[in-house]
C-alpha cells in the first residue's frame, strides 16, 4: 500500500528521514482536560517534530488475548473511567481512523497474526495525550493492542517489525507509566509536586540511566531491577508501551527523557523520545 495520500496532514517528512517515537507517562484522566507542566510538554511535542502522516499507539489501557489493531474509519471516543468530572465524559475526539494503515501493519508484523479490530476506539491511554498534541483532530489515529498473555521481550521484538513506518511517516507512541501502583497511592500527596516514595526515586534514576545509555536488557528483564520493581510493576499493562519505543530505536538514535517526575508516591511521568 502506498501511504502518500495520508501525507496531506502539514509538512511532509522526506522517505529518508525517520519519525521519532514516542514512551508517554499518560497519568490520570484527568490530563485529557486540564493544562499543566505534563499537557504542554504534549502540546510542545505536537508543534515541535514532524507533522506525521498518521499515529499508533500502543496504549496500557487496551490488553487483550493476542494483537489486534483498530481498522475503522472513524473509531470511537472510549471513557474507560469511572468517578471523574462529567466534563471529562463529555470529551469527543473525533480523529478519523485508517483501515488502509490497519491492513498495512497487519501485514508488516510476520510474528504473529494480527486482528484487524472494529469494535475497540480511542481508549483514554490515547486521546487524553494526542488531543493536546493534535487538537485538530485531523490526523488519523489507530491503536495497537497489546498482547497481555507475553513477556516484555515479545514485545520489544515485535516493535522491530513495525520500524518501515517511522520511514512513511508514521508517530508511533506507547502509553502507559513507567512506574504505575495505583494501590500504593498516597492521595494527600496530590497537591506536593513531585513526590516519590524512595523506592520509586532510586528505579527511577536507575531506569533513566538505562535508557539514556541505550542499554535495554535490564528493562526488558525489569523483575531483576531490584527489590523496588516489584512496587513499582505490580502488573506489566502500563510498562509493557516502553517496550515498543525500546524496540523501535535504533543504534545511531539517542534517548532523550521529559515529564521525568513521580506523583503521588508510586507513579511517575517519565517520557522517552526516540530520535529528533
Do not use: C
Not at 47 to 63: C, F, T
Not at 214 to 227: S, T
Not at 230 to 255: S, V
Amino acid at each position: 500500500m502506498n501511504l502518500k495520500h495520508l501525507r496531506n496532514f502539514g509538512s511532509a517528512l522526506p522517505y529518508s528521514d525517520l519519525m521519532p517515537a514516542l514512551f508517554l507517562g499518560h497519568g490520570s484522566p484527568m490530563n485529557g482536560i486540564e493544562n499543566n507542566l505534563f499537557t504542554d510538554e504534549w502540546k510542545r511535542l505536537g508543534e515541535n517534530i514532524p507533522m506525521p502522516s498518521a499515529v499508533i499507539v500502543i496504549s496500557a489501557h487496551w490488553l487483550t488475548k493476542g494483537t489486534k489493531i483498530t481498522a475503522m474509519e472513524s473509531p470511537q471516543t472510549i471513557h474507560d473511567f469511572r468517578g471523574f468530572p462529567q466534563e471529562l465524559f463529555d470529551v469527543k475526539y473525533p480523529a478519523p481512523g485508517s483501515p488502509d494503515l490497519a491492513l498495512e501493519t497487519s501485514r508488516l508484523i510476520k510474528s504473529t497474526n494480527v486482528g484487524l479490530d472494529h469494535d475497540w476506539g480511542l481508549d483514554h491511554g490515547t486521546w487524553t495525550v494526542v488531543r493536546h498534541m493534535y487538537p485538530n483532530a485531523n490526523i488519523p489515529i489507530l491503536q495497537l493492542s497489546i498482547d497481555y498473555d507475553k513477556p516484555a521481550g515479545y514485545h520489544y521484538t515485535l516493535a522491530n517489525e513495525l520500524s518501515s513506518l517511522r520511514r512513511k511517516g508514521v508517530l508511533i507512541v506507547g502509553s502507559g507509566n513507567l512506574i504505575h501502583n495505583l494501590r500504593m497511592i498516597a492521595w494527600d500527596k496530590a497537591s506536593e509536586p513531585e513526590y516519590g516514595y524512595d523506592w520509586a526515586l532510586e528505579l527511577k534514576l536507575k531506569m533513566k540511566d538505562l535508557i539514556e545509555d541505550g542499554n535495554h536488557k535490564p528493562l526488558i528483564e525489569y523483575e531483576q531491577l531490584g527489590p523496588g520493581a516489584r512496587y513499582a510493576i505490580p502488573t506489566p499493562g502500563h510498562y509493557f508501551p516502553l517496550m515498543y519505543t525500546l524496540g523501535l530505536q535504533t543504534k545511531t538514535e539517542h534517548a532523550s527523557l521529559f515529564n521525568d517526575v513521580a506523583v503521588m508516591g508510586s507513579l511517575t511521568m517519565t517520557s522517552v523520545q526516540i530520535g529528533e
